[in-house]
Structure formats: structure tokens, C-alpha cells
């Protein structure tokens, strides 16, 4: 069986909100984690399309990656598919309370199950919808994250975070 879903979302000034506390889940957490190598391998393909677009690469940033990563964990583990954390918030929220300075940011969401090739399939289906596309291509974009978290039963979640830097 296989499946696809994908969420955009995009936000463009800090709103002055409490912020979610922080998580402990991190990315970093794990030096030898096989799953880095994956999200890495969603970095160089996301730069790959911006690059046949004329768009300058994204640099890759752990404490982006990091709430990339928190954010599919929780998506897994909670069973929501969603940009709004029912404990942490939106995107502006998570990234503000991990002391993460912004000026302008988004998000992208993918699901799958079932597919060969998640890194391909995400990037593919990303690029394929005009506002994921937007989110990927946007030049206004440095920095970015990917967090990706895998179910028992191979669920892929895949998270990857545009911002540019305050």
C-alpha cells in the first residue's frame, strides 16, 4: 500500500506569542544516527531542484534540522499530521521556543508508506504541488532542516523547515 500526503505552511514575521517549551528530542542527540544520512540526502535533492531553477542552495543548520526532527517524531508518536503541534504550536511558535531567530519561515510536511524511495517521493510530490513548490524554491530561504521519523510498521514522516536567519 502506498500513500501520500503533503502540508505547506509558511509564515512571514515573528508573531508575538508565548512560546511551546522546548523539547529534549534532538537530532544531535545521536551522533551515528543512519536517519541524518537521509534527511541529508532531502537537503541535497531540495538543493539539486533549486540549483535547475537558478536559486541558491539552501545551508543545512542542526538546530533547524533539530525541530525538523521534534516535529516528525511528534507527529508519529501523537498520531497527528499536521503543522499545528498540539503541544508545541505552529511552526513560529516551535522555532521561537527553541531560541531559533527568524526573519521568515516554512514548512513543508510529507507522509508516506510503501514507497521505494521517500527522499525522491517527498522532493517529487513537493515539487509537484504549487505551494510546497513555493516553499522550496523561495530564494528568500537560506537555511534549512529536515527531520525524519520512521513508524514500527515503516510509516515515513519527513519534515523540512525553510527560514531565513534574524
Not at 9 to 16: D, H, I, K, N, V
Not at 123 to 130: A, H, I, T, Y
Not at 137 to 148: A, R
Request: proline share 7%; glycine share 8%.
Amino acid at each position: 500500500m502506498s500513500g501520500l500526503l503533503l502540508v505547506r505552511s509558511s509564515c512571514g514575521t515573528s508573531p508575538s506569542v508565548v512560546t511551546a517549551p522546548k523539547t529534549n528530542t534532538t537530532a544531535n542527540s545521536f551522533p551515528n544516527d543512519p536517519l541524518r544520512n537521509l534527511e541529508k540526502q532531502v537537503i541535497a535533492e531540495a538543493n539539486r531542484q533549486r540549483a535547475l531553477h537558478g536559486v541558491p542552495e539552501l545551508k543545512w543548520d542542526d538546530a533547524v534540522a533539530d525541530q525538523a526532527r521534534s516535529h516528525s517524531i511528534n507527529m508519529m508518536q501523537r498520531g497527528f499530521f499536521s503543522h499545528i503541534d498540539p503541544e508545541r504550536g505552529a511552526l513560529a511558535a516551535r522555532l521561537d521556543g527553541a531560541g531559533i531567530g527568524w526573519t521568515r519561515c516554512g514548512e513543508n510536511i510529507y507522509q508516506e508508506k510503501g514507497l521505494d524511495d521517500p527522499v525522491q517521493s517527498a522532493v517529487e510530490g513537493w515539487m509537484n504541488s504549487p505551494q510546497h513548490r513555493k516553499n522550496l524554491l523561495d530564494p528568500l530561504f537560506t537555511l534549512s532542516g529536515v527531520g525524519i521519523a520512521i513508524s514500527p510498521d515503516t510509516d515515513y514522516f519527513i519534515t523540512q523547515i525553510f527560514i531565513h536567519p534574524r
